[in-house]
């Protein structure tokens, strides 16, 4: 059973949680290969990835793939978030953990941007 964690920055303006949290109940209602989406935040606000891939764990998970919603891959993406899920395999390394690129790292980014800056002419 592979699992999905998107895992986000966290904010203390609790509105931009919950876009997360939103964009979540979406994902989970549309097909995907994945048992379980769930998420995460790095900093700031909860379930820490931590918690995260823990409930996943104890929800039946075999396989992870944490997916960082970040454009860039600046100190979060490259150092804090494999640190923290480093720690959650060292204590359960009969768990597959993968981590995936960056958000920013899609080849679709520049499309969708385009999109959005179209929108505002």
Known sequence: MTH???????SRREDSNVQIRELIEQLRLAPT????IDY????IAEPTIAQGLRQQIA????QIVVMPYFLSAGRHVSI??????????????????RIANHLG????IRE??????????
């Open 59 to 62: 929800h039946g998970a075999r």
């Open 80 to 97: 804090d978030i494999p640190e923290q899920v480093q720690r959650i395999r060292d204590v359960n390394p009969q768990i597959d953990i």
């Open 4 to 10: 999905l964690l998107v895992v986000a920055h966290g």
């Open 33 to 36: 290969r994945f048992a379980a």
């Open 40 to 43: 995460a935040f790095l900093e």
């Open 105 to 108: 790292a899609a080849e679709k």
């Open 112 to 121: 969708i941007l385009i999109d959005l800056a179209s929108l505002a002419i």
